[in-house]
């Protein structure tokens, strides 16, 4: 099993910033790609940013380009989301997400956490 934590939500003010971070723990080995979803009240989840195994790829969802920024640090099983200049819309609960890979690289499952808000006030 894995398990995905996450920190770093709170109450900002338009155009300030946040840092979220999430924690992988348990078979971690098994971790492929991580990123970041999130769901707006009344809205469905929606694919933020995600990030392969290595680091060396990265996609991001249109509305939050060149203002996040998706990190990941292997060595601490954490991955990093840094939010600049943030919106009223950038309001809504963070998930952080990871995939289940087998030993073939084979998809297994999806992880999430508990999910983290971000209320961005304008």
């Known amino acids: 099993q894995v398990q995905l934590v996450e920190s770093g939500g709170g109450l900002v003010q338009a155009g300030g910033s946040l840092r979220l971070s999430c924690t992988a723990s348990?078979?971690?080995?098994?971790?492929?790609?991580m990123g970041w979803y999130r769901q707006a009240p009344g809205k469905q989840r929606e694919l933020v940013a995600i990030?392969?195994?290595?680091?060396?790829?990265?996609n991001y969802a249109y509305s939050i380009k060149g203002r996040f920024t998706i990190s990941r640090d292997n060595a601490k099983n954490t991955v990093y989301l840094q939010m600049n200049s943030l919106k009223p819309e950038d309001t809504g609960v963070y998930y952080c997400?990871?995939?289940?890979?087998?030993?073939?690289?084979?998809?297994?499952?999806?992880?999430w956490g508990q999910g983290t808000q971000v209320t961005v006030s304008s």
């Open positions: 997400y990871a995939d289940r890979v087998s030993a073939g690289g084979g998809f297994v499952s999806a992880v």
């Open positions: 348990g078979r971690i080995f098994s971790i492929n790609t």
């Open positions: 990030i392969t195994s290595g680091g060396g790829a990265t």
